[in-house]
């Protein structure tokens, strides 16, 4: 059974500020969203690409899915109030022969295809997984006078990233299933876990960091860029060992 990605990429950008919405933000000439959409389209674990993005913004995704001939791109879907809203509208359209769902935050433009593969396996292991890294730092909670009411424990602590992967069949009982506002579940994964379904972590890429703000931008181009150069190197190398042999 094939994988349908969904992008919610519908978000006001509203910690990032600025004239252009994040999706649409240049980073190293291309659009923030492009790197997403390359990565899934180049990813063979993936088969269709559901886009969710405002209705006044459709016209220029369609330019973008055009112009980096994003051939698994399905008609995009307008977004919701919420991320999840926006989520549920993009499962809602999805195709018929999709047994599976990726879910990946525009965001987060710094996938790599490798991480996207990996996710698709590990799930078909284990019905649903999503990518995060052990936590490193100690987490304390506090109560409103900032007195810290509990210490907890590193070594079960995990921060999550996308992408997410679970089977269809479980996302759609619990969305059915989803006893409080969509808005109020913090990611795709916890729709399932209130639901009853096991979700598994499984190791992310510390470069896959979300763009929030503008200092996240700077990191994000740096690491695109170092990307851009290892693989132009890969690419000489190989040029140059294969006019050798
Ligand atoms: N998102 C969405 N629909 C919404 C809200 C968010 O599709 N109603 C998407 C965003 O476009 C983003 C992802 O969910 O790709 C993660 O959200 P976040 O990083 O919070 O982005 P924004 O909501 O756009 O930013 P902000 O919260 O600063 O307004
Ligand atoms: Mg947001």
């Avoid at 000439?29 to 006044?56: F, M, N, P, T």
């Avoid at 055009?66 to 999805?94: D, M, N, Q, W, Y």
């Avoid at 990996?118 to 006078?145: F, I």
């Avoid at 763009?211 to 931008?217: A, P, S, Y």
Wanted: charged share 25%; aromatic share 6%.
């Amino acid at each position: 059974m094939g994988v349908a990605a969904i992008i919610p990429a519908a978000g006001a950008g509203q910690r990032l500020g600025g004239r252009v919405r994040k999706p649409f933000v240049y980073l190293n000439g291309h659009a923030l969203l492009a790197y997403s959409l390359k990565a899934l389209q180049e990813s063979h674990a993936i088969r269709w690409i559901i886009l969710v993005a405002r209705a006044d913004e459709h016209a220029q995704a369609a330019a973008l899915i055009k112009r980096h001939r994003i051939t698994k791109a399905l008609p995009p879907c307008v977004g919701g109030s919420s991320r999840a809203e926006s989520v549920a509208r993009g499962f809602a359209s999805l195709p018929r022969g999709a047994g599976w769902v990726l879910i990946h935050d525009a965001a987060r433009p710094c996938v790599s295809r490798p991480l996207i593969d990996r996710a698709v396996r590990s799930a078909r292991r284990h019905g649903a997984v999503a990518c995060g890294l052990p936590a490193t730092l100690t987490v304390k909670a506090v109560d409103e006078r900032r007195e810290v009411r509990l210490t907890l424990d590193r070594d079960h602590l995990w921060f999550v990233q996308t992408p997410q992967v679970f089977r269809r069949d479980w996302f759609a009982q619990a969305l059915a299933r989803a006893d409080r506002a969509l808005s109020q579940f913090p990611d795709d994964a916890a729709i399932l876990e209130a639901a009853g379904f096991h979700v598994r972590m499984i190791p992310g890429d510390p470069l896959n960091l979300k763009v929030t703000t503008r200092e996240d931008l700077v990191l994000a181009e740096a690491i695109l860029q170092r990307r851009n150069q290892t693989s132009d190197l890969r690419l000489q190398t190989s040029r140059v060992e294969s006019s050798c042999s």
